[in-house]
């Protein structure tokens, strides 16, 4: 079983920036893609980034591509989220996921899921 913990949401400005984080806990993370999706109020839940368990190949919506990135610690067991350039139309609420097979972008189906935190950007 895994774990995620997400943290770091709250209410931003428009322009500025936001760091979210995912703590994982129980198997061995460190060979698990990672991740993080979004839900805005009355719609689907839509794929943000994914970081492969190395690192070494990310993925991003075009909605939010050269604004934010994604990284992550395997020492600690923590997936990162810089988000920068916040528009209010990036309020949503944010969910970490991990999964043991490959993402490929938005195609990425993981098995775990974090309870998500709230990121509001207001005008």
């Known amino acids: 079983q895994v774990q995620l913990v997400e943290s770091g949401g709250g209410l931003v400005q428009a322009g500025g920036s936001l760091r979210l984080s995912c703590a994982a806990s129980?198997?061995?993370?460190?060979?698990?893609?990672m991740g993080w999706f979004r839900q805005a109020p009355g719609k689907e839940r839509e794929f943000v980034s994914t970081i492969s368990w190395g690192g070494g190949t990310t993925y991003y919506a075009d909605s939010v591509r050269d604004r934010f990135i994604i990284s992550r610690d395997n020492a600690k067991n923590t997936v990162s989220l810089q988000m920068n350039s916040l528009k209010p139309e990036d309020t949503a609420v944010y969910y970490c996921a991990a999964d043991r097979r490959p993402s490929y972008g938005s195609s990425w189906s993981p098995a775990h899921w974090g309870q998500g935190t709230q990121v509001t950007v207001s005008s």
């Open positions: 129980g198997r061995t993370v460190s060979i698990y893609d």
